[in-house]
T-cell receptor, first 114, second 108 residues
Framework: GAGVSQSPSNKVTEKGKDVELRCDPISGHTALYWYRQSLGQGLEFLIYFQGNSAPDKSGLPSDRFSAERTGGSVSTLTIQRTQQEDSAVYLC????????????FGPGTRLTVT | AQRVTQPEKLLSVFKGAPVELKCNYSYSGSPELFWYVQYSRQRLQLLLRHISRESIKGFTADLNKGETSFHLKKPFAQEEDSAMYYCALFGPGNQFYFGTGTSLTVIP
């Protein structure tokens, strides 16, 4: 079976535009996670889904960030009115059950805001 | 405040030498700790977790609650161990906290 996939792999956008990043988890994985990796920083945990619900959205950096998951599968991370500090690699991961199970990571989406 | 600290950004060792990648955490509860690895041009993947007490690719990590550490060790480094290593904590707020990573280079 395929692993976690993310699209697009690269995205260059102008400051102020909205972007949508997509994650396709491994089939059957109930948990899905979004992380951000900025240059020289570790992985910053953004949000996780158990099924379609996100119990805690406090990790999202600002109200410009939102995420949803539909059908217990695909998830989208939306960034509105992008800023230059949003430039980073956005990683998605999924696991069979939340947290204690191994997380399988996608290849990431490199976002550049000019 | 940083929940997970990896003090070394870069670490170089010679092939066959012992290697230790340091990780300290900040959490008063019962921590669950992991090491993830990212080889060149590959995805981030789980290396080991403390709860399973296993040795993967010759690496081990012992949780030391007194020192709040979870250092990763291997007695004899191999060239293929060159990679980026991240220590991670599952802790407060049901969130994952990753360190900033250590880039290990094994010199032939």
């Amino acid at each position: 079976g395929a692993g976690v996939s993310q699209s697009p792999s690269n995205k260059v956008t102008e400051k102020g535009k909205d972007v949508e990043l997509r994650c396709d988890p491994i089939s059957g994985h109930t948990a899905l996670y979004w992380y951000r990796q900025s240059l020289g920083q570790g992985l910053e945990f953004l949000i996780y889904f158990q099924g379609n619900s996100a119990p805690d959205k406090s990790g999202l950096p600002s109200d410009r960030f939102s995420a949803e998951r539909t059908g217990g599968s695909v998830s989208t991370l939306t960034i509105q009115r992008t800023q230059q500090e949003d430039s980073a690699v956005y990683l998605c991961a999924s696991s069979l059950e939340p947290f204690r199970d191994e997380q399988y990571f996608g290849p990431g989406t490199r976002l550049t805001v000019t | 405040a940083q929940r997970v600290t990896q003090p070394e950004k870069l670490l170089s060792v010679f092939k066959g030498a012992p290697v230790e990648l340091k990780c300290n955490y900040s959490y008063s509860g019962s921590p669950e700790l992991f090491w993830y690895v990212q080889y060149s041009r590959q995805r981030l993947q789980l290396l080991l977790r403390h709860i399973s007490r296993e040795s993967i690719k010759g690496f081990t990590a012992d949780l030391n609650k007194g020192e709040t550490s979870f250092h990763l060790k291997k007695p004899f480094a191999q060239e293929e161990d060159s990679a980026m290593y991240y220590c991670a904590l599952f802790g407060p707020g049901n969130q994952f906290y990753f360190g900033t990573g250590t880039s290990l280079t094994v010199i032939p």
